[in-house]
């Protein structure tokens, strides 16, 4: 046998501290306030912690279709069953308008956008709640769980957008330039949903109902924005009121969705109005929504 | 040097009052309304606190269940938010917990210490670079490539507490840390934690665990019904702590605490309404009472008890562990006088006698059972930590230590009986003589 001698002398009053060169961060931890200009401060924290943020978000994608036999294609299961099941009613009872563009194609561009952005708010929303262990023992800004969720979901627009390829080539329907302009209109989508996970989510730790409510809320939602009906169906329609009209157009989603079909679809130049009004409105919220969701992350492990 | 300071800091918990009162309504539409009625009360978990840290200082938080330990811990690692005053951190701070529940079971090993190490605030290429050392401290080597959720209990908590002991902060905080896994894993962690104190990281130590605070710590800070309730040397503050808490009796031949202990009120003295705990000490071989035993000689754990029913069969049970909280061993009565006798009721006496030479140095605290065993184990009275004593080493050659001065590994030291053989004196001519006979034939 041999004796190992542990020779540890603890350093009392070391004055150096053990990495001389490195820089110490220092920090004031003080009661929580509702301010929206430390912002700046809290994307400082958020960029510090920018690899958890892509670990996690890889995590999503991963543990997604980790052990789940149909994998990646449920991504795509589930516009596709949507479209399917409103092409078939509105073949067998009555027509559905459909901007000159056969409806299944007509449908599913909508729909693509649309459950994607149903997803990211869903999971993003639950995000918090689902990872209360976590919360309550160890400090990472929060906002990078929802986050991951609504990075996680572009993974399954990718995917789901393959069919959509696929309806284009079938139905002969070729694009134009204006393809391009569906890039910015889905950064609008995820920076709308951000704003709307981070309220959410930061709403449903005290109270649950949140979480309950949210797939009703999500299903009106999508009634309200022009999915399955064209925007054009609305605007024309002599029985709604123009106030109605006016407040279905504040409706992030609605300039988000129908603009997303102009630009594929039709190839025509986005409605630069609509477009600027999601973009507006998406802008305006987020700012809030981080501020809320920083405000209320203070004492989030309190009542988690 | 400050590292750490809380600077008149408050929390308040608000706690809805029918949490703590039962409800009165049947109804379930009029408890609804009941609780909307309800007042909320508030609760100060840490009320007006204030205290520093110097860098390379550790420094230990002791206090009962609900002092307020623990919401400083989470104050400090901003897990919350005070609700009144200042906490100013100068450094990178981590907590030095098990993750484990960060673990996703579908993923690898790997891949959940990459997800933690992350959590945890550590980078990517910090964790590709930690990631050997990570496994080897887990003893997962085998098994990094398996998804977790085949992993043993035991495999979880060290995977997960593993990736922490990696963090190379400037303040370190730990809570409990000794509780986890086996004892060889623990003494990984306790040096783990040495090699960092030694390192001159800051180290605030949040535990019940009076022997280890003692051992780590150079000041402790004794926290009372959310507020500071004494602030000093490891020794003094310990003492207080525990002398408020029952610890009485001053041994015979040593002033000190701890060796003996009484329960004169015999309504709160711990057991049932079979058996109750009348005092319990530490005896030494001549029958006095003893805080200090050489390390050499055999030690008497003596306790005296009512039987308060007739008939039933009683067996005293012993369990010893150290300062970092290790279960050494345990011992009960296996003796032939009362082991399948059922007892009549009154007042006994029972010793268990450990011997010399084959408890390590160090302080021994010792929990105090007695149980039943038969027809099911039933435990009819409990009292962990009831009595401490040191063991000391003389260094006189009597002990297992013979000759050497150095730190001795193990958590006992018993002293065996040796046997050697001398096959052959003198020079050795070939290497291949038969003295290498035994290993040939068993190769």
Redesign the interface.
Same mark, same amino acid.
């Given at each position: 046998m041999t004796v190992q001698a542990i020779t540890t002398e603890p350093m009392a009053g070391s004055q150096e501290g053990k990495h001389p060169g490195r820089s110490r961060p220092s920090s004031v931890l003080r009661p929580p306030e509702f301010s929206p200009f430390a912002v700046f401060g809290h994307l400082g924290a958020l960029w510090s912690y920018r690899d958890l943020l892509f670990t996690l978000t890889a995590h999503r994608i991963k543990v997604r279709y980790k052990q789940s036999a149909l994998g990646m294609a449920w991504a795509v299961l589930q516009p596709l069953a949507l479209m399917l099941i409103y092409t078939v009613i509105f073949s067998m009872i009555g027509r559905m308008p459909s901007d000159g563009a056969p409806y299944a194609v007509f449908a599913y561009t909508a729909l693509l956008p649309w459950t994607t952005f149903a997803t990211a708010v869903g999971n993003a929303t639950n995000g918090l709640v689902g990872h209360a262990g976590l919360i309550t023992k160890v400090y990472f800004p929060r906002e990078i769980l929802p986050l991951s969720y609504i990075i996680a979901a572009l993974a399954d627009f990718a995917i789901a957008a393959v069919v959509l390829v696929g309806l284009l080539v079938y139905y002969r329907i070729s694009l134009t330039m204006h393809v391009l302009w569906s890039v910015p209109i889905v950064i609008t989508m995820m920076v709308f949903a951000l704003a709307i996970s981070l309220f959410l989510s930061a709403l449903q730790v005290k109270f649950r109902d949140v979480g309950m409510g949210l797939p009703l809320l999500l299903q009106l939602w999508m009634f309200a924005t022009p999915v399955i009906y064209p925007l054009s169906a609305v605007m024309e329609s002599t029985k709604a009121p123009d106030t109605l009209k006016f407040l279905y157009n504040l409706n992030p989603t609605v300039g988000i969705v129908e603009n997303f079909r102009r630009v594929v679809l039709q190839g025509s130049a986005p409605d630069y109005a609509s477009l600027g009004l999601a973009a507006g409105v998406s802008l305006f919220l987020l700012p809030l929504a981080y501020a809320f969701f920083k405000r209320t992350e203070a004492t989030m492990a309190d009542y988690i | @040097?400050i590292d750490l300071e809380f600077n008149q800091v408050s929390k308040k /918990?608000v706690v809805r009052a029918d949490e703590t009162s039962p409800d009165t309504a049947v109804n379930p539409f009029m408890r609804q309304l009941q609780r909307l009625r309800t007042r909320s009360q508030e609760f100060w978990a840490v009320r007006d606190v204030s205290f520093q840290v110097?860098?390379?200082?550790?420094v230990g938080i002791i206090g009962h269940n609900g002092a307020g330990k623990s919401t400083i811990l989470? *104050?400090l690692?901003?897990?919350?938010? +005070? !609700?009144? %005053?200042? $906490?100013? $951190?100068?450094? #990178?701070l981590s907590?030095l $917990?098990e993750?484990g529940? %960060?673990f996703?079971p579908? *993923?690898t090993g790997r891949?959940n210490v =990459? *997800?933690s190490g992350?959590?945890?605030? @550590? #980078? #990517?290429r910090e964790i590709a670079s930690k990631i050997d050392s990570i496994v080897e401290f887990a003893g997962v080597r085998q098994f990094i490539d398996t998804p977790v959720k085949r992993y043993s209990s035991g495999m979880y908590v060290r995977l997960g507490f593993a990736i922490a002991a990696h963090l190379d902060p400037?303040i370190l905080l730990l809570d409990e840390v000794l509780a986890v896994g086996d004892a060889s894993f623990q003494a990984k962690c306790i040096?783990r934690i040495?090699?960092l104190?030694?390192?001159? !990281? !800051?180290i605030v130590f949040i535990s019940h665990d009076l022997n280890a605070v003692e051992r780590l710590c150079?000041r402790v800070i004794l926290m009372d019904k959310g507020q500071v309730a004494a602030e000093g040397m490891p020794r003094d503050i310990i003492k207080q702590y525990q002398l408020a808490n029952g610890w009485t009796g001053v041994p015979e031949n040593k002033p000190g605490f701890g060796s003996v202990r009484l329960w004169e009120d015999r309504e709160t003295a711990p057991g049932d309404d079979i058996t109750r705990l009348r005092s319990a000490r530490v005896r030494g071989t001549d029958g006095s009472t003893a805080a200090e035993i050489d390390i050499s000689t055999s030690v008497g754990i003596e306790i005296s008890y009512d039987v308060l029913e007739d008939g039933h069969v009683l067996i005293p049970n012993f369990h010893f562990k150290n300062l970092a909280g290790v279960h050494l061993f345990a011992v009960q009565d296996v003796g032939s006088e009362w082991r399948r006798r059922p007892r009549p009721a009154g007042t006994y006496t029972s010793t268990a006698w450990i011997p010399g030479n084959f408890l390590s140095e160090g302080r021994i605290t010792v929990d105090l059972a007695i149980s039943a065993h038969s027809p099911l184990t039933r435990v009819h009275a409990f009292k962990p930590e009831a009595v401490i004593f040191d063991v000391v080493d003389h260094y006189d050659g009597n002990g297992a230590r013979g000759d /050497?001065i150095?730190? =001795? +590994?193990g958590v006992v030291r018993p002293m065996v009986d040796w046997t050697t053989h001398v096959h052959q004196t003198g020079e050795l001519r070939t290497p291949s003589s038969n003295f290498g006979l035994h290993v040939a034939q068993s190769a």
């Open positions: - | @040097m /918990y110097r860098r390379g200082e550790a989470k *104050l690692s901003n897990i919350t938010a +005070p !609700t009144k %005053g200042e $906490i100013a $951190i100068n450094g #990178r907590a $917990i993750v529940s %960060g996703h579908e *993923l891949e =990459f *997800l992350s959590i945890l605030g @550590m #980078r #990517r400037d040096q040495q090699e104190e030694a390192a001159g !990281t !800051t150079q /050497y150095g730190e =001795f +590994p």
